[in-house]
């Protein structure tokens, strides 16, 4: 529904939004055997949410305080749809996190950056690498670059993290 200029949304003849959003449209469907689930992109004085309806309720998933809410390929930002790990981009304060429209928040945000957009991520803050997996930090935003997982960068030397920890100090050329 629509009144100057701003947008609600009805299902079914029920009221599900009021009619105070600058914009409401179609951001993802998933239509199965069982159940059609729709997420709106929700837009009000420049910030976004997430809104998730079906036919039985409807939930934000993410409120409107996000100043972009963008989909996301497996190597970084893409506007093509679907991409079936679900994840967006999200950014509230100028700070960069994930959010998965099936498992929630991945990464909460709180980084200057954010690479990569399957289970694993290279988070960036005031210049320094970690990393998250499965929506848990499992590296310390301390170092210069981190490789395979588990081999971090400082001042071009090498070491290991592993279990939660430094494991090897990174003080070698190079580690196999």
Same mark, same amino acid.
């Given at each position: 529904?629509?009144?100057?200029?701003?947008?609600?949304?009805?299902?079914?003849?029920?009221?599900?939004?009021?009619?105070?959003?600058?914009?409401?449209?179609?951001?993802?469907?998933?239509?199965?055997?069982?159940?059609?689930?729709?997420?709106?992109?929700?837009?009000?004085?420049?910030?976004?949410?997430?809104?998730?309806?079906?036919?039985?309720?409807?939930?934000?998933?993410?409120?409107?305080?996000?100043?972009?809410?963008?989909?996301?390929?497996?190597?970084?930002?893409?506007?093509?749809?679907?991409?079936?790990?679900?994840?967006?981009?999200?950014?509230?304060?100028?700070?960069?996190?994930?959010?998965?429209?099936?498992?929630?928040?991945?990464? %909460? &945000?709180? =980084? $200057?950056? +954010?690479?990569?957009?399957?289970?694993?991520?290279?988070?960036?803050?005031? !210049? *320094?690498?970690? #990393?998250?997996?499965?929506?848990?930090?499992?590296? %310390? &935003?301390? =170092? $210069?670059? +981190?490789?395979?997982?588990?081999?971090?960068?400082?001042?071009?030397?090498? !070491? *290991?993290?592993? #279990?939660?920890?430094?494991?090897?100090?990174?003080?070698?050329?190079?580690?196999?």
């Amino acid at each position: 529904t629509s009144q100057d200029n701003l947008y609600g949304l009805e299902m079914y003849g029920k009221e599900i939004l009021p009619i105070e959003y600058s914009s409401i449209r179609l951001f993802y469907k998933r239509d199965d055997y069982k159940d059609v689930v729709s997420w709106f992109l929700i837009e009000k004085d420049s910030k976004y949410g997430l809104l998730k309806c079906n036919e039985r309720a409807s939930i934000f998933s993410l409120e409107v305080i996000y100043e972009k809410i963008e989909k996301t390929d497996r190597f970084g930002t893409d506007s093509n749809w679907p991409d079936i790990s679900g994840v967006l981009d999200i950014i509230c304060e100028g700070k960069h996190g994930r959010y998965d429209i099936y498992k929630g928040l991945l990464v %909460p &945000c709180l =980084y $200057d950056e +954010i690479i990569g957009s399957t289970d694993y991520f290279i988070v960036v803050q005031d !210049g *320094l690498k970690g #990393a998250y997996f499965n929506d848990k930090m499992i590296i %310390p &935003c301390r =170092y $210069d670059n +981190i490789e395979n997982r588990n081999i971090v960068v400082k001042n071009g030397r090498k !070491g *290991l993290y592993a #279990a939660g920890k430094e494991v090897v100090q990174p003080i070698y050329e190079d580690i196999k």
